[in-house]
């Protein structure tokens, strides 16, 4: 079933008034006919099944046949902040971490960061919202996750301590602490900043300087991995901790 999320305005009284963008989408693209049903997502927890009953380029109306909390959606919010890099791989860690249920992303530029232009970041957001946004539909999500504007390594410590329970750092030279140590502690906890370093990783420096403000190292096995691997391991293990206990 294909599935829409919608700003709540276009759900009123038992009906759907899907947007120009939309309504091209089905009528054009998909090819959708009066009485087959589609998904509509309100990004608020709702989801609603819709039969079409009017379709056409400008327009498409559906009925709402069911309401329900919308599944799909974690029971904590992961935030990923996210070392800036190369264009092609930070879109498809977008993607990837979206599927695997992160519900926020904060880029972040540090010291080996290969990216650095801040004001470039800024006309790619639009872009990437949208990258969020269809991963979120295709991959049965709730809700679209947000993505912040950029922040120096510095900025991104402080926020992450100041509006999450628990700040997690991917580190590859970490050696006293794996990531499982620290997830046996994650039960009842509701939001998690998970960071994630560039290509060349964190420097020393930047990994004592998070460590000394509250943030937790750990290691992700033996093997060094690519930062977009890092970022999917990581956030799948967290997460499937968090929704599936032992016990």
């Known amino acids: 079933m294909n599935r829409f999320f919608l700003p709540p305005e276009a759900i009123q009284a038992?009906?759907?008034?899907?947007?120009?963008?939309?309504?091209?989408?089905i009528?054009?693209?998909?090819?959708?006919?009066?009485?087959?049903?589609?998904?509509?997502?309100?990004?608020?927890?709702s989801e609603y099944i819709v039969e079409l009953v009017t379709v056409a380029v400008d327009a498409v109306i559906g009925n709402i046949r069911e309401s329900r909390a919308?599944?799909?959606?974690?029971?904590v919010r992961l935030t990923l902040y996210l070392c800036l890099t190369q264009r092609e791989k930070l879109e498809w860690i977008l993607q990837k971490c979206t599927e695997v249920g992160v519900s926020a992303f904060t880029p972040?530029?540090?010291s080996r960061s290969l990216v650095r232009d801040q004001v470039d970041v800024e006309r790619k957001l639009e872009r990437w919202r949208r990258i969020l946004r269809e991963a979120a539909e295709q991959s049965g999500r709730g809700r679209v996750p947000t993505i912040a504007p950029v922040m120096s390594f510095a900025e991104a410590l402080r926020s992450g301590l100041s509006s999450q329970?628990?700040?997690?750092?991917?580190?590859?030279?970490?050696?006293?602490?794996?990531?499982s140590t620290l997830l046996s502690g994650l039960n009842r906890i509701e939001r998690i900043a998970l960071l994630i370093g560039p290509e060349g990783g964190l420097s020393a420096d930047e990994?004592?300087?998070?460590?000394?403000?509250?943030w937790q190292s750990f290691s992700l096995g033996r093997r060094t991995l690519r930062m977009?691997?890092?970022?999917?391991?990581?956030?799948?293990?967290?997460l499937a901790a968090v929704e599936d206990p032992p016990g």
Do not use: M, N, Y
């Open 70 to 75: 919308a599944p799909g959606e974690p029971p």
């Open 27 to 45: 009528a054009r693209v998909l090819r959708l006919k009066p009485g087959d049903r589609v998904a509509v997502l309100d990004d608020l927890g």
């Open 14 to 25: 038992g009906q759907v008034a899907f947007p120009g963008e939309v309504s091209r989408q």
């Open 228 to 238: 977009e691997t890092a970022a999917v391991v990581a956030a799948a293990r967290i």
């Open 108 to 110: 972040v530029v540090s």
């Open 207 to 214: 990994v004592h300087a998070a460590v000394e403000l509250g």
């Open 165 to 179: 329970q628990a700040c997690l750092l991917a580190w590859e030279e970490e050696r006293g602490r794996g990531l």
